[in-house]
């Protein structure tokens, strides 16, 4: 069984979020295209009220003699609205 390993952002509702969250439902409702501004606010997914799941621009990364792999996430690259990050193994 192979593992893998993935990193996501997690923004919690703020006021923006309120603010987006009500414009999306509305188009939503109205069958009418989601702005883009929107969209790209949600990452492109379906948003859940409490809190959304966001992409972060992480880049893999191994050592030079090949022995360590990882992840790195550069600090000045995470969304502002991005309130919790999250590191986790699957399976």
């Given at each position: 069984m192979?593992m893998?390993?993935?990193?996501?952002?997690?923004?919690?509702?703020?006021e923006?979020?309120?603010v987006?969250m009500?414009?999306?439902?509305t188009c939503k409702m109205a069958?009418v295209?989601?702005?883009p501004?929107?969209?790209k606010?949600f990452?492109?997914g379906?948003?859940?009220?409490?809190?959304?799941?966001v992409s972060?621009?992480?880049?893999?990364w191994?050592?030079p003699?090949?022995?360590?792999?990882g992840y790195?996430l550069?600090?000045?690259?995470?969304?502002?609205?991005?309130s919790v990050i999250?590191?986790?193994?699957?399976?």
């Amino acid at each position: 069984m192979a593992m893998s390993t993935h990193v996501v952002g997690f923004v919690q509702p703020d006021e923006r979020f309120k603010v987006m969250m009500a414009i999306y439902g509305t188009c939503k409702m109205a069958g009418v295209s989601i702005p883009p501004e929107v969209e790209k606010f949600f990452g492109g997914g379906e948003p859940d009220p409490t809190a959304f799941q966001v992409s972060l621009p992480v880049q893999e990364w191994k050592n030079p003699e090949g022995t360590q792999e990882g992840y790195e996430l550069r600090v000045k690259d995470i969304p502002a609205h991005v309130s919790v990050i999250r590191f986790y193994n699957a399976w």
